[in-house]
């Protein structure tokens, strides 16, 4: 609940890398269930958390801004296309959590 207070209080970068960094403590459960959340409350924070996985896994190099821009969708739909599904973003973030302990090259 701290997390989408904050996220509902200002749109500002360091309100949302702060939201991005409080998501990325959480389980992936929590997280899911975080975000879930604020694509429905708060698009723009939704996408920057969105943006900032895609970035840590190399997979976006577009500024990190909360904007669904051209550079986002097609980094997401690359992530889809090597997931080989059509997927939601809940389902890119889990995929990018498991494999966030190994390194970007597999």
Known sequence: ERIHLEALKNEDVDTLASVSEQISTL???SAIQVLDI??????RAYVYV???VLASRGEY???LSGTLDATTIRAFNA??????AACSPAIVLSAMSRL???????
């Not at 604020?38 to 698009?43: D, E, G, I, T, V």
């Not at 992530?79 to 080989?84: E, G, K, M």
């Not at 966030?100 to 597999?106: D, L, N, R, V």
Request: charge should be positive.
């Open 27 to 29: 389980s992936k459960a």
């Open 61 to 63: 190099s577009g500024p």
């Open 100 to 106: 966030s302990s190994s390194s970007p090259t597999g």
């Open 79 to 84: 992530v889809c296309s090597a997931l080989n």
């Open 38 to 43: 604020l694509r429905r409350k708060n698009a």
């Open 50 to 52: 969105l943006q900032k």
